[in-house]
Every structure is written in C-alpha cells, then in structure tokens.
Nanobody, 117 residues
Framework: QVQLVESGGGLVQTGGSLRLSCAAS????????MGWFRQAPGKEREFVTR???????YYVDSVKGRFTISRDNAKNTVYLQMNSLKPEDTAVYYC???????????WGQGTQVTVSS
C-alpha cells in the first residue's frame, strides 16, 4: 500500500521559512517524479513544483527563487524548502507521486501552511 505522509507545516510570519517533508512508502521512490501542490481556501488545488527521478526540477513562476524542492532517495523523502514566505502562500500543501504514463496517482493527506501578515 502506497503512503505519502507530509509534515512540517505551521504558522509563520511574512518573510519566514518552513521546510515541508513527505515520507513515501510502498513504492519504488527513486523512479517516481515527486511534486508539491497547494490549495488555498476557496480555490482549486494548484501545482507548485516537481522533481524528476533525475533530479531535474521545475517551479511555477510564483515560487521561483523562494521555494526549493529536493529529494533523498535513501530516505524515500521529498522536501520543500520555502523561504521568503508571503500571505498568498497560505494553503494546504500536498505531496504527490507521478509514475511515468500514469499521472499524479498518489497523494498525501496535506499539511497546513499559514503565513501571517
């Protein structure tokens, strides 16, 4: 059974930092593309960033230069370092796994990030 478990969310002031972690089990982690999505209140879930098995990364423009995704295949864990946080980053953040040709088929339960102004 595949499980993705996020941690590290919380309340932070504008300009602060948080690091989210997502521990994966039940899948061949090193072969999966991993990503982070977020959903703000009253809005649809949106893609934030992804990291391919090769280590190549991609970010949406709104987080470029502030967020960094990384992975540790030995620990089956993907991270999201978030710096210079803004109130508009407030959302529930979800970790997801993508197997080639199957899309984002595995999801975590989400972790709340709240940035106060």
């Amino acid at each position: 059974q595949v499980q993705l478990v996020e941690s590290g969310g919380g309340l932070v002031q504008t300009g602060g930092s948080l690091r989210l972690s997502c521990a994966a089990s039940g899948l061949t982690f090193s072969s999966y593309t991993m990503g982070w999505f977020r959903q703000a209140p009253g809005k649809e879930r949106e893609f934030v960033t992804r990291i391919w098995s090769s280590g190549i990364t991609y970010y949406v423009d709104s987080v470029k230069g502030r967020f960094t995704i990384s992975r540790d295949n030995a620990k089956n864990t993907v991270y999201l370092q978030m710096n210079s946080l803004k109130p508009e980053d407030t959302a529930v953040y979800y970790c997801a796994g993508n197997s080639a040709g199957e899309g984002w088929n595995y999801w975590g339960q989400g972790t709340q990030v709240t940035v106060s102004s």
